[in-house]
């Protein structure tokens, strides 16, 4: 039998052929790599401190190949041979956002690597979201988008083949596993020809951007690609230097030293060429937004309590200043976060103590000498014989999430939907249940914990 290529490395394959292509695609996304490359090393020679405890827990090396990007599909049954695809690279759907609150009529999933060990390995995620036609009022442009949909096959023969031999032989071998990730990148690539003519193009737009984004095309081209940075407020400044503009506020938690949860922005999606079908058998040129590009700086993990606080604080946040889509308000809003986040603990110490966000337990040197005389943990932390580091948070933000959708879908009148989550829905539709983000973290942190009591039990009593 052929040796079978792991999922993670399936996974850090497809990661990078999809950086080659989207940077081939979109130039400004190399150009905000290069960026975020130059501002990640100088946030490192700056702070020695954060270098080396990335450096203790295997997290430095994953910086420069992290990414997320995101993808909208129209059908139950594209979100159902996608989740396969994904298992095949180890990627698992992770979480529900509801996005029907947002005037986004979609819901979605992360499909990510579980687990530590794959994290370290290569972090990618795909935000995938599925289009809820159930929302758009017009009965009749409902049914003839999922008509539209109905007719097309988002996936090439080959990546079917190369799914259900994985699935089948529980892996791929290196030949396949080449084949896998080049037939699978061919869904994700953009297409310049439009399945619809203009006309249904325009009624689609008009219900909706997005409607329009996931129909007229032949498959869910990749809309954009994150790179992390470790100082997003930096990027942000100089992002206009690079030539290129960003969106007026970055979202989620404010500026802070011990940073928490995800902090995006983005720049403006581009103005494409795209030729739509003229029903006499020739094309029409026309154009398309769609593609943008984005940065995310990510902090700790943050418990139920923790994000229970977080979301408190921003709703509050939002209740003083709604931010405006077009940023004349942007100043004012970064002024009430800051000042609402007050409320948030900023040093490690008391988010822990306070149990508001996930961390890893680790032995210094000074466990090494003796047994100590207690076992219990904030003693153990105190005496300096147990250290902690925050766990990356490695999910998504539904008010943010909503935030990069709505800078994409153009400043103009915001469309209302009823709030509608529908989780169980959608996991009927992707043929599994999403993982809950939560019970995850707190598995890493007690699986972390547990190793270090045993490490300290094993070793010889104190005189
Ligand atoms: C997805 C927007 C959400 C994020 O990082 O929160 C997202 C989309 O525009 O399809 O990617
Ligand atoms: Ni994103």
Redesign the pocket.
């Known amino acids: 039998m052929t040796e079978k290529v792991s999922a993670s490395d399936i996974r850090a394959s497809f990661s990078s052929a999809m950086s080659a292509m989207y940077r081939d695609e979109v130039p400004a996304y190399g150009t905000l790599m290069e960026l975020v490359a130059r501002v990640n090393e100088e946030a490192l020679a700056s702070d020695p401190e954060l270098k080396s405890r990335l450096e203790a827990t295997d997290n430095l090396s994953r910086l420069s190949e992290e990414r997320?990007g995101?993808i909208r599909l129209g059908t139950a049954a594209e979100l159902a041979m996608m989740r396969r695809v994904f298992a095949v690279m180890g990627m698992y759907p992770v979480g529900y956002y509801d996005l029907s609150t947002a005037a986004v009529p979609v819901h979605s999933t992360a499909f990510r690597p579980v687990g530590e060990e794959a994290l370290k390995r290569n972090p990618f995620r795909v935000?995938t979201s599925l289009l809820r036609l159930d929302l758009i009022a017009d009965e009749i442009l409902r049914q003839e988008a999922q008509a539209i949909l109905a007719e097309r096959q988002i996936f090439t023969p080959g990546a079917v083949a190369m799914t259900e031999k994985a699935e089948r032989e529980g892996g791929l071998s290196e030949e396949d596993a080449t084949r896998f990730v080049s037939e699978v990148l061919e869904t994700f690539r953009w297409h310049d020809k439009a399945n619809v003519e203009l006309s249904m193009y325009h009624r689609l737009h008009d219900a909706h951007r997005l409607i329009a984004d996931v129909v007229s095309f032949k498959g869910p081209h990749i809309n954009?690609l994150?790179p992390r940075t470790l100082d997003i407020d930096k990027v942000q400044t100089l992002m206009p230097e690079y030539g290129i503009a960003p969106k007026a506020v970055v979202e989620g938690p404010p500026t802070r030293k011990c940073p928490i949860l995800l902090r995006?922005t983005s720049f403006k999606a581009l103005e494409e060429a795209v030729s739509f079908q003229d029903g006499k058998g020739g094309w029409h040129a026309g154009t398309h937004t769609a593609r943008f590009g984005?940065i995310e700086q990510r902090g700790v993990a943050l418990t139920p309590k923790g994000r229970a606080l977080y979301d408190k604080l921003l709703d509050h946040t939002r209740k003083i200043v709604r931010p405006a889509a077009d940023g004349s308000n942007a100043a004012a809003y970064e002024t009430a976060l800051a000042e609402t986040f007050k409320a948030f603990p900023d040093d490690w110490a008391s988010i822990r103590c306070q149990g508001l966000g996930y961390f890893t337990y680790a032995l210094t040197g000074k466990a090494e000498r003796a047994a100590p005389a207690s076992f219990d943990l904030d003693t153990l932390i105190a005496e300096g014989i147990i250290c902690f580091d925050p766990i990356v948070y490695e999910d998504f933000l539904p008010v943010s999430a909503a935030g990069?959708f709505q800078s994409n879908l153009g400043d103009g009148a915001q469309q209302e939907f009823e709030a509608s989550p529908n989780q169980k829905r959608f996991e009927t539709d992707l043929g599994a249940q999403v993982l809950n983000e939560f019970d995850h973290y707190a598995s890493i942190e007690k699986a972390s914990l547990e190793a270090c009591l045993n490490g300290l039990q094993k070793r010889p009593a104190a005189e």
């Open positions: 997320h995101a935000f954009h994150t995006q984005e990069i």
